[in-house]
């Protein structure tokens, strides 16, 4: 038998019920909800992750906890840990840009790190805008420091790269962290009867 427990109501299915985890997933997930949590048989597995293991047959006293969520319900859960991520990057911004003056090995590491956090942040921006109705927000002055970004990175301009990190990219992180408040203000202030 398989076990699946869903925001709290337990189902039970055979093995045969479904060919893989992912047609099961498909019967059960809820339509419009957003996939919190899940848990197979003890090991949390990170959502943006469960795609790589879809494929995989059920086994008999497979257990499969999920929590689902509304978008809405789930960005006001998470954005608070995202505008925190943020301050701290913000914090990091200096010395990042005192090792890169230094030539320091760690300094790339840190720019590939930043330039990853950036990717994600702006593809949540998206998401959020497209859950969240807000007015929108003129991104061209963020744009235009990202171009300066990569154009100092491409030229491999270590002086013109510590600048953007000093000046330009604290200014891009408060652009994502005030849309995200926003956002909040917004999805609290939609829950107040």
């Not at 840990?81 to 890169?100: F, N």
């Not at 330039?115 to 859950?131: G, P």
């Amino acid at each position: 038998m398989v076990r699946v427990v869903l925001n709290g109501k337990e189902m039970v299915f055979t093995k045969e019920d479904f060919k893989d985890l992912g047609e099961l997933y498909e019967h059960v997930a809820p339509k419009g909800m957003v996939l919190k949590t899940i848990t197979i048989n003890d090991e949390r597995i990170e959502t943006q992750k469960l795609s790589e293991r879809l494929s995989e047959p059920l086994r008999d006293n497979d257990n499969i906890v999920m929590e689902f969520a509304t978008p809405q319900d789930y960005l006001e859960e998470m954005l608070p840990s995202v505008l925190r991520y943020i301050d701290t990057v913000i914090g990091l911004l200096p010395g990042v840009a005192a090792r890169v003056r230094e030539l320091e090995p760690q300094a790339f590491k840190d720019i590939e790190d930043l330039s990853n956090a950036i990717s994600a942040l702006d593809d949540l921006r998206q998401s959020v805008q497209a859950i969240v109705p807000m007015g929108t927000s003129d991104s061209s002055q963020v744009v235009s420091k990202l171009k300066s970004f990569l154009q100092a990175l491409e030229q491999q301009n270590m002086a013109m790269i510590a600048e953007c990190l000093e000046n330009d990219m604290p200014q891009v992180m408060r652009f994502y962290s005030n849309l995200f408040t926003e956002a909040l203000s917004k999805l609290r202030e939609a829950k107040i009867p």
